[in-house]
Each structure stands twice: as structure tokens, then as C-alpha cells.
């Protein structure tokens, strides 16, 4: 049986809103060893916050101002290999996973697709 988004996801999935301080957001990936965050708003995953976006950023500036706002999410039934070819076709480094319903359920990195890979 082929390896899914839910199988390998993290779940309890660290974000943020548009309306945070940058600097903020840089102290959450710092705490948290983490290279990126969802952005929420209203239970809805309105965009993606990563460190290139944080070094980037001027001083000051709001997660909103920085953020990528084009999504690429998967769900939870995406197997990996899909996973890893979306990753690799977007040149991104994780994936909100978002339900049927349209609530963030995890999170895949491309740490967790090797992983996955590498324990087949």
C-alpha cells in the first residue's frame, strides 16, 4: 500500500496571520527548527511564510507584505510519489494539507517525503 499525505504529515501545524510581525514569525521558525508556516485567516491557509520571505523582508513589515499568496496544498489521500513530483514541479519545500472540507489537517515537507522514500 502506497504511502499517503496523512501518513506522513505533521499534524498540530505551527501558522501565523497576516497581520504578524515578520520578526515575530522569525522567532516562531527559530523556537519551533522550522523553515516555513502556513498563514491563516479566518480557518482558511491564505498563503505560506518561509525564511527566504523573512530575509527578504524590510523592517517592520507585516507577514501579509512578505508572503507567498499563491497556495499549493494537497490532501490528505495524495499518495507520496504525488507529493514529491508537486514539491519538485513548484520548486517549493512543504505542503499545507488541507481536508475536504478546507480545514489545514498537516503539514509535508520535503524532509518528510525522503524520509518516506527512504524507509521503502
Not at 504529515?9 to 505551527?14: A, I, L, P, R, S
Amino acid at each position: 500500500m502506497e504511502k499517503t499525505a496523512s501518513d506522513i504529515m505533521t499534524t498540530g501545524v505551527v501558522t501565523t496571520t497576516t497581520c504578524a510581525a515578520v520578526s515575530e514569525v522569525a522567532e516562531v521558525l527559530a523556537a519551533n527548527r522550522i523553515s516555513g508556516m502556513p498563514v491563516v485567516s479566518e480557518g482558511e491557509v491564505v498563503g505560506i511564510i518561509s525564511e527566504a520571505d523573512i530575509l527578504t523582508a524590510a523592517e517592520g513589515a507585516t507577514v501579509g507584505s512578505v508572503m507567498a499568496s499563491k497556495v499549493v496544498s494537497v490532501g490528505p489521500d495524495t499518495d507520496v510519489a504525488d507529493i514529491a513530483k508537486t514539491l519538485a514541479a513548484w520548486g517549493i519545500k512543504r505542503v499545507p494539507v488541507i481536508d475536504c472540507g478546507g480545514s489545514l489537517v498537516g503539514i509535508v515537507s520535503r524532509a518528510d517525503v525522503v524520509a518516506a522514500i527512504a524507509a521503502d
